[in-house]
């Protein structure tokens, strides 16, 4: 199996292309209502548009809505992915730091700038 690496330009991505479903998921369910109103809110908005649209409608809206969301689902996955490796990364680099720390602070090492006499 290759070695996974975090990649700083792949977590971001994927938190824009999460951002970007969220918001589609919102206009699918209650179109041209600000994202940033409260949850109660937004399901009373999305309720309304329900309510507009006919029995075959709210069908297509309802699987629009599901593939969506399973889509959102399987970002944010990714994105978990993403961040369990940047977190081992950042493990390990502490981990490293404080073993270079421990062998600078140990008696008897060469420190740079100064020769063993």
Known sequence: MNAQRYENHSLSLLQAR???????????LA??????ISPEQLQQEAGR????????????LRKRALVAYTELQRLTAEM??????????????????????????APGTIRPGFARL
């Open 49 to 60: 548009h329900m309510d507009g649209l006919s029995p075959a409608a709210q069908e297509r």
């Open 18 to 28: 999460v951002a970007g479903k969220v918001a589609e998921i919102n206009q699918l």
């Open 80 to 105: 978990v992915q993403q961040l369990d490796l940047l977190s081992d990364e950042i493990t390990k680099v502490t981990r490293h730091s404080r073993a270079a720390a421990a062998y600078r602070q």
């Open 31 to 36: 179109p041209g209502v600000d994202p940033q």
